[in-house]
């Protein structure tokens, strides 16, 4: 079981990259922010990956695994627990998303 993400938790891709969350839901929040959910946008900014000499950054975030017992509005919370794919433009697969920090107060199964 691990804690819900909110708007405010710090997501990086394995290359340094920051994940930016984009939340479509607003009316269920935790730790004073926006649950996030697998429907939400995620954008990757900064990566810094190179494939031979050509960069080939983690451009987007496509999620594997959520919370499984509950739902918001039709879509699965993501947790500390959840699974995430960094995309590169092309659709590369080039890395799980890291889980840096998120808030303590609300956790799902």
Partial sequence: ?????????TLMCPHGGMVTVSPANSKVTV???PVVLDSDTFTIGGCAFMLGPNPHPCLQVQWM???LQSSCDGSKPLSMDSV???????????GT?????????????
């Avoid at 079981?1 to 938790?9: E, H, P, Q």
């Avoid at 998303?97 to 199964?109: C, R």
Wanted: hydrophobic share 40%.
């Fill in 65 to 67: 695994s959520t919370v």
């Fill in 97 to 109: 998303v890291m889980i840096q920090a998120t808030q303590a107060q609300v956790s799902g199964l």
């Fill in 1 to 9: 079981m691990g804690d819900l993400l909110n708007a405010s938790s």
């Fill in 31 to 33: 730790g004073g922010g």
């Fill in 84 to 94: 995430g794919m960094c995309k590169a433009g092309d659709g590369a697969v080039q």
